[in-house]
């Protein structure tokens, strides 16, 4: 199965900074099938993005993805108080689908 | 109001079974293959398994030969049975639907539940 590792496991920004999330696969992602969600604390996760940089409906310009192969990127460009909160990766090209362990953007 | 509704979680004794339900709404279910993903406490999403909307299952190795996906698209309601639990099925597992119609491989999730939780200890 296709692993995934997200980097760093904890990011501390502040409200305004850019964020950058890694999503590194342990083999190729099938035809960019890479989503990112997030997740705050007692929430059910909400997709962000799929097939690495296609934004879901309702989420804003200042999120954006990248990447292809191995490397995937998501970048929240300038952070809102309500960005903080747990990011995941998944990729959906091979199976089974897996996801990422985490990558928790906190307040500095 | 587009949404998806799972229930039937609780404490259960190792060995023991539990049936859960997902009922959604505001969409074409039968549109739209469904799957579980279920969150152990503190941990990551692990993809537990997927069914079409004409209803062919897929399962992770960790639980195929105990679980059992089904779908009643009269109802637009989806379950898992659940056989032979371990304490490592201890989680959170949610309902989610697959972002593309008519999709018969493996999708990102656009909709998910609220999550319905199964504990299992002596």
């Known amino acids: 199965e296709v692993v995934l590792t997200q980097s760093p496991g904890t990011l501390s920004l502040s409200p305004g900074e850019r964020a950058t999330l890694s999503c590194r696969a342990s083999?190729?992602?099938?035809?960019?099938?890479l989503a990112w969600y997030q997740q705050k604390a007692g929430q059910a996760p909400r997709l962000l993005l799929s097939?690495?940089?296609s934004r879901a409906t309702g989420i804003p310009d200042r999120f954006s993805g990248s990447g292809s192969g191995i490397d995937f990127t998501l970048t929240i460009s300038r952070l809102e108080p309500e960005d903080f909160a747990v990011y995941f990766c998944?990729?959906?090209?091979?199976?089974?689908?897996?996801f990422g362990g985490g990558t928790k953007v906190e307040i500095k | 109001e587009v949404q998806l509704l799972e229930s039937g979680g609780g404490l259960v004794q190792p060995g023991g079974s539990l049936r859960l339900s997902c009922a959604a709404s505001?969409?074409?279910?039968?549109?739209?293959?469904m799957s579980w993903v279920r969150q152990a406490p503190g941990k990551g999403l692990e993809w537990v398994s997927t069914i079409s909307g004409a209803g062919t299952p897929y399962y992770a190795d960790s639980v195929k030969g105990r679980f059992i996906i089904s779908r009643d698209n009269s109802k637009d309601r989806m379950y898992l049975q659940m056989n032979s639990l371990r304490a490592e099925d201890t989680a959170l597992f949610y309902c989610?639907?697959?972002?593309?119609?008519?999709?018969?491989?493996?999708?990102?999730?656009?909709?998910w539940g609220q999550g319905t939780p199964v504990t299992v200890s002596s």
């Open positions: 097939g690495a940089s």
């Open positions: 083999q190729s992602v099938s035809d960019s099938k």
């Open positions: 989610a639907k697959y972002e593309e119609a008519f999709w018969s491989g493996y999708d990102a999730f656009d909709l």
């Open positions: 505001g969409f074409t279910f039968s549109d739209y293959s």
């Open positions: 998944q990729q959906y090209g091979s199976s089974p689908p897996t």
